[in-house]
């Protein structure tokens, strides 16, 4: 391939000819397979795509690539999941949306108790994206892709005419294997504690950081990570979990409001035990944001049976990606706070948290003693000026 | 000194509150001019910690709240024209004109840049993809930000730029004050001064207020603590029956404030007749624009024959804003309230930016 022709991918790379199997070949494959010795060097697609080469082992399995679908030999219990990636900018400290894409879908699998084994790649990429930018891209999904030890096993790659895309959009799907099965949010209930497997914000801090019209440099890494390891120790420890869940976007206070409608709960949660990060927190009180409400992408939110809190706690703290886990709060009953402090009907600050329209709450209590309700992020984040 | 955790330590605000308690004979009305105040009063719980000591009343020092529809329609339409890029700051984005707001303009596809620092338009202004075009700056703010956007001109200046507009919006804190003070009917027995605005303009601007007013006047800074110490030299001023106004906020403000920042504005600026304040209406003497000199880089001028035919925003009759901003009534007095008027379908002023009385109410219910 000329180098200085193709420095940028052009239409032509998506058009499903020479160009299109020479971009697969150079960068994705090389990138995906190449290194590890997964395949031979793909270099000319074409001549070698009759010699079934392309192989990889994936879980015992030889799965055959560039096939029109991967065929795969699936355990009894999956769990299957998909997510779109779009981040900007691309590339961020502490990770790109390759990393990220693999660390997204791995996450849902490892929350819901599935070993990830398979994994699909769709790029949607912009005319003019630099071919050494999707070259690290690639570099990234296949090194995290690595740390799970879960498969790129079959892929698509488009490209859309400059302006119709922001760079690059990622998505991609998962298979799992259920190794633990039985979590799910409809399993929380009263008595449970939560708890968090680390700093919360920082992924959001560090991305928005480098965003136009606010590009501050602050010393923030994304906490962007693959957590089935972690969450692998904590089903293996035998500790009884009611759910889990990755904090993504919306934060942490997303994470405990799904959790508090789904499951018909109130959440207490004490501000004070929220490990956050201060470079985080001074961004935030900067911007008027709200450290939890800022995205997160490799935290994972525990509700555990009280018993077990401790124990959680301590395999957490062991663990490299849990090693700041906290214990920040409990889980009451439907409209419990209400039950102990208030009669029915009671509002507060205008609107009725009795009935339908508040169900499942999640009170944040303060250092001073006030409790408030921490709610969903709504609407774009926008910095405010003074 | 951390300036972060030490000015919220936990013991040393149960000390304040309960010395602020031990003090107050009867509940006092406080009003917190700035939108920050507000804010940090409602997330730390602050009015329910001095609940029936002190009643925080909050006042019209949200510069993005207090915008009126017709310069939020200006914008729009400015936006509109051909070749133009429209930068606002980020709270601006959402708030509601007459019929639309920059966010959902850019959605239509009109260039409408959210910047940070007015510096942001120098990249934009010289960047090569906007040869040709005209960049109109939204600037917004109290006295805390008019100096940056004085900063800005001068750089455009500097640099010989000639393709940035400038539509004006700037605003005074004093003014709206004495309005609200001039109209009689008002409970207030203090103000917590803003912090920020104060250390371009130093204390001097409040004088009016023990003077004329009688009240008592308190700059404070906006963390926890800060707040407090604010409010126990107003109930201490007030026990006293000696008004003044004094700073409560020594590690940043001057009482002869930034003599460079008040230099540079007064170099780009001057006072208008009168500024349309949402929820006020016309307020003499309480808005700024450019010096004629500098008409060429005031949008309005260039502009003005199509803001011409721009009608006067209508506000909903229901909505409380202007009373809230007038410290006559609270958030939750609105029948709009969390209901048709919310964070995500603002319809008052006060809920539109996140520094308003409404979004924080909304945001940090408190109990």
Known sequence: ?386 | MELYSDFKIKEDISRLASIIGSEVKKPFNIMEICGGHTHSIMKYGLNTLLKDKINFLHGPGCPVCVMPLKRIDEAIEIADSPDVILAAYGDMMRVPGTDSSLIKERAKGKDVRMIYSPLDIIKIAEDKNNKGKKIVFFAIGFETTTPMTAALIEEVIARRINNVLFHVNHVLVPPPINAILDSGDNLIDGFICPGHVSVMTGSGIYEDIPLKYKKAAVIAGFEPYDILSGALLIVRQINEGRPAVEIAYKRAVKEGGNKKAQGLVDKYFTVREEFEWRGFGNIPKSGLKLRDEFKDFDAEYVFRDKLKELPGGKENAACKCGEILKGKCKPDDCPLFGKACNPENPIGACMVSFEGACAAYYKYRNF
Request: aromatic share 6%.
């Open chain 1, 1 to 386: 391939m000329n180098k200085k022709k193709y420095e940028r991918i052009q239409l032509s790379h998506g058009g499903g000819g020479k160009e299109t199997s020479e971009l697969i070949g150079r960068i994705i494959f090389n990138g995906l397979y190449g290194q590890n010795g997964r395949s031979d060097d793909l270099y000319d697609l074409h001549k070698r795509r009759n010699n079934n080469n392309f192989t990889v082992n994936a879980s015992g399995q030889k799965i055959k690539l560039l096939e029109d679908a991967a065929v795969l030999k699936s355990p009894q219990n999956i769990a299957f999941t998909t997510d779109s990636f779009t981040v900007s900018p691309v590339f961020f400290k502490g990770g790109d949306i390759g990393k990220l894409s693999v660390a997204g879908t791995v996450n849902d699998l490892s929350v819901m108790g599935a070993k990830p084994l398979f994994l699909s790649l769709g790029l949607i990429i912009e005319e003019g994206f630099a071919s050494e930018d999707l070259r690290k891209i690639i570099e990234s999904i296949s090194e995290e892709a690595d740390k799970t030890g879960v498969i790129v096993v079959t892929g698509d790659t488009k490209v859309v005419p400059a302006g119709k895309a922001d760079g690059i959009f990622i998505n991609t799907s998962g298979i799992g294997e259920i190794l633990h099965d039985g979590l799910s949010v409809y399993n929380i209930a009263a008595g449970d504690i939560i708890i968090v497997s680390g700093n919360v914000g920082d992924h959001g801090a560090a991305v928005m950081s480098l965003r136009e019209g606010i590009e501050m440099d602050v010393e923030i890494e994304s906490d962007c990570a693959s957590l089935w390891d972690m969450i692998e120790t904590i089903l293996k420890g035998g500790i009884g979990v009611s759910a889990i869940r990755d904090a993504t976007r919306g934060g942490l206070a997303a994470v405990l409001n799904e959790w508090a409608m789904a499951a018909g709960v109130d959440i207490y949660v004490e501000e004070d035990k929220i490990p956050v990060n201060d470079s985080v927190r001074g961004f935030c009180e900067l911007l008027g944001f709200e450290p939890y409400q800022l995205a997160c992408e490799g935290r994972a939110v525990f509700a555990v049976k009280p018993e077990f809190a401790e124990k959680a706690l301590n395999i957490l703290k062991s663990h490299p990606l849990g090693k700041d886990a906290k214990i920040i709060g409990t889980v009451g009953g439907n409209n419990s706070f209400e039950a102990e402090t208030r009669g029915a009907g009671q509002t507060v600050g205008g609107r009725n948290i009795k009935g339908t329209e508040l169900k499942g709450k999640v009170v944040l209590k303060g250092i001073y003693g006030v409790n408030r309700l921490l709610d969903y992020p709504s609407g774009e984040l926008l910095p405010r000026i003074c």
